[in-house]
């Protein structure tokens, strides 16, 4: 059986991500698209013939019988908390983008949920599911790279563009609601916890840069994280400047070293057996996204017992970019 779900939110990741996930699943029927912008509306609906409405609300008035199932929320996370609280509240599931509030203050929006709810509300954490991920994972469990590790986390993905002035004025925006770290770092320190077991220990050497004055906010950002056993993360985030640096993750041991393109997540492991490749088909925003809807209907099934990321694993993610933007106060 198909479980019916609406979109929340017509903007790039809603459309460019979520919603060709939406329409390939074979579990899913999508009902409802929704934004309360009438161009983007304009604009999806010359994608696809599912209908479109002006928001959450009309989702739910115009399905009072709950046959929608779920929601998935691609939503700014200054409106998110609001969103996702009042769709749990009438009896959805939702899969609500990352990062799920704008700060730990505005997250305490969540506090009402109940255990059911919390149950029903999956984090879109989305490269948490991506195979190299896991794989990394897996190498890193079995001792491959020793112990213990230096990880060079580099995520600079946003460039300036002066033929696209809409995506600087979207990022503009976004730098009034936080630095990158608060979302991009919603990404990369959730990949750590996964990783290597768990949250660091202890936060150092924050730093944060504006290289525009006219930017609300710090548009570099960084720390070095140290973790219970020995290990070391250093992170950088980046966004609107004219060249970026490589993307990529670096993970450093005794016993070899890997590393991850920030665009393909092609694994490449070097050890003293010679270098490895791992290549996964397709595209990874795809891939991801494909994985992140799949375990999301089998929540909605009963086939999965508990959302995974889940609300404790976005908030999570969210107090450490929290943390490390607080901790670079003085140095911008």
């Known amino acids: 059986m198909s479980v ?3 979109l929340v939110g017509l903007g790039e990741i809603g459309v460019g991500a979520h919603l060709p996930a939406l329409l390939a699943h074979p579990e899913v029927d999508l009902v409802a698209l929704a934004d309360p912008d009438p161009v983007r509306r304009q604009h999806v609906a010359t994608l696809t013939r599912v209908p479109t409405v002006a928001g959450l609300d009309e989702v739910l008035a115009a399905d009072p019988a709950m046959d929608t199932a779920a929601m998935v929320l691609a939503t700014p996370p200054w409106v998110t908390p609001d969103l996702t609280v009042r769709a749990l509240r009438a009896g959805r599931h939702v899969l609500a983008e990352k990062p799920v509030a704008t700060s730990t203050e505005a997250a305490a929006a969540y506090d009402v949920l109940t255990d ?23 190498w890193l469990a079995d001792g491959v790279l ?15 563009d002066p033929a696209d ?3 600087e004025r979207r990022l503009r925006d976004t730098l009034r609601h936080g ?6 770092g919603a990404h990369v320190l959730d990949w750590l916890s996964y990783l290597l077991g768990g949250p660091p220990a202890g936060v150092a050497d924050a730093w944060a840069l504006r290289t525009d004055d006219t930017f609300a906010a710090p548009n570099l950002t960084g720390a070095r994280l140290s973790y219970p056993d020995g290990s070391v993360a250093l992170v950088e985030f980046g966004w609107l400047t004219d060249a970026l640096p490589r993307c990529e993750i670096s993970v450093l041991g005794p016993a070899g070293h890997v590393l991850l393109d920030g665009f393909t997540f092609r694994l490449t492991l070097s050890t003293s ?5 791992v290549d996964l088909p397709g595209d990874r ?13 089998e929540l909605i099934a009963g086939r999965r017992e508990r959302p995974s990321p889940d609300l404790a694993d976005g908030i999570a993610a969210l107090a450490l970019g929290e943390r490390i933007a607080h901790a670079a106060v003085g140095s911008a």
């Open 116 to 138: 059911d709810e919390r149950g029903r509300l999956q984090v879109g954490l989305t490269y948490r599911h991506d195979p190299a991920l896991e794989q990394l994972r897996d």
């Open 285 to 297: 925003t795809t891939r991801s996204f494909e994985r992140q809807l799949t375990r999301f209907v």
């Open 146 to 160: 020793g112990h213990p590790l230096l990880v060079r986390a580099h995520i600079y993905d946003e460039r300036r």
């Open 273 to 277: 057996d010679g270098a490895k490749v």
């Open 179 to 184: 630095t990158p770290v608060a979302h991009e």
């Open 165 to 167: 002035p809409a995506h």
């Open 4 to 6: 019916r779900v609406a």
